[in-house]
């Protein structure tokens, strides 16, 4: 799947966010295990609620940390995608 500033992703409906108190970081949970989430992946998840466009997602972030992340955004998304754990709403 090719994804663009304007696809709008959303979490598999089996995958959630979570916080591991164990490991204490953000996890992103599905059947078949964990993804271990940076401050940066979860701020991005957090904000795939199938409403916003990845161009919002970046916008929002862009502001949060003061460059261009659009790039790094669909590059991001797009791995989790490639593992099925977003869809494109």
Not at 12 to 31: C, G, I, N
Not at 77 to 84: I, M, N, P, T
């Amino acid at each position: 799947m090719t994804l663009t500033a304007t696809s709008v992703p959303v979490l598999w409906r089996l995958a959630r966010l979570e916080f591991d108190p164990v490991r204490k970081q953000r996890v992103l949970l599905y059947p078949e295990g964990v993804v271990l989430l940076n401050d940066t992946g979860a701020a991005i998840l957090d904000l795939c609620d199938g409403r916003r466009s990845i161009g919002d997602v970046a916008t929002i972030l862009g502001e949060r940390y003061h460059r261009e992340v659009v790039d790094d955004v669909i590059e991001y998304l797009s791995r989790l995608a490639d593992q099925e754990l977003i869809r494109v709403a």
